[in-house]
């Protein structure tokens, strides 16, 4: 029977106004791709949800977790 090992990686979307300028993720997965794929990792999902509370951030999502997978040899 296969045997798989995981990763998580939260990426969270910063929302910062710094002299009227948007800034986006705080960490760039996407660029981390190329090196966890020929670490073996294989993306699974990437589930986005809310960290923020408060009424006048009801079903916002500011933050995503990436799992992967691979085998473990």
């Given at each position: ?13 910063g ?11 705080d960490?760039?997965?996407?660029s981390?791709?190329?090196?966890l ?5 294989e ?6 949800r ?14 995503e977790?990436w ?7």
């Amino acid at each position: 029977m296969q045997k798989w090992e995981y990763k998580t990686i939260r990426q969270r979307r910063g929302i910062k106004v710094l002299r009227g300028q948007m800034t986006g993720w705080d960490a760039d997965v996407v660029s981390m791709l190329p090196e966890l794929g020929e670490k073996g990792w294989e993306l699974v999902t990437v589930s986005p949800r809310s960290s923020t509370f408060g009424v006048g951030y009801a079903g916002m999502t500011n933050d995503e977790i990436w799992v992967f997978k691979r085998p473990v040899e």
